[in-house]
């Protein structure tokens, strides 16, 4: 199966959860992770349920352990998905969400605005200013 995606995480907490299993099923959920990796990178849908028939030397606990190991790899795969999609887009699209929420002033500055106020220095002078005239001491 060809893809783009040239590999996939494999997080030292996932390791910890293999180790905890016999030799001969570590052996197993690494070989189970690596076919499941290929296949979703693939774009296949039914990879954990494939893996499992493919590996069926697996016990119920490290089928259950490899559940969990590989919703973290599809969690990774739909972020690289994400990015690699995004980076495709032409550059005016790719900051175009950005440049729309950044033309909508924030609640703050809509305040500042109300109050005459455009900047954070001239509402610390004017701060001072009528502290000095109230005889405060801020």
């Keep these: 199966m060809e893809t ?12 910890d959860q293999i180790e905890a299993f016999p030799q001969q099923e570590q052996l197993a959920l690494y070989r189970a992770l690596v076919r499941y990796a290929r296949r979703i990178a693939g ?7 494939w893996v499992l028939r493919q590996v069926p030397e697996l016990s119920i606990p490290a089928q259950t352990a490899f559940r ?10 739909n972020k690289w998905r994400a ?3 995004a980076f ?3 550059e005016g699209e790719r900051n175009s969400r950005r ?10 500055a809509q305040d ?3 109050r005459g106020v455009g900047d954070m220095a001239r509402y610390a002078r004017e701060l001072r200013a009528e502290c000095h005239a109230s005889g405060e001491n801020r």
Aim: aromatic share 8%.
């Design 112 to 114: 500042d605005r109300m």
């Design 4 to 15: 783009e995606k040239k590999g996939f995480v494999l997080y030292f907490d996932m390791v």
């Design 88 to 90: 495709q887009r032409p």
């Design 43 to 49: 774009g296949e849908e039914d990879g954990i349920e």
């Design 99 to 108: 440049a729309d929420s950044s033309r909508i002033p924030s609640a703050a």
């Design 83 to 85: 990015r690699r999609a």
């Design 68 to 77: 969990f190991l590989a919703a973290a790899v599809l969690r990774d795969t």
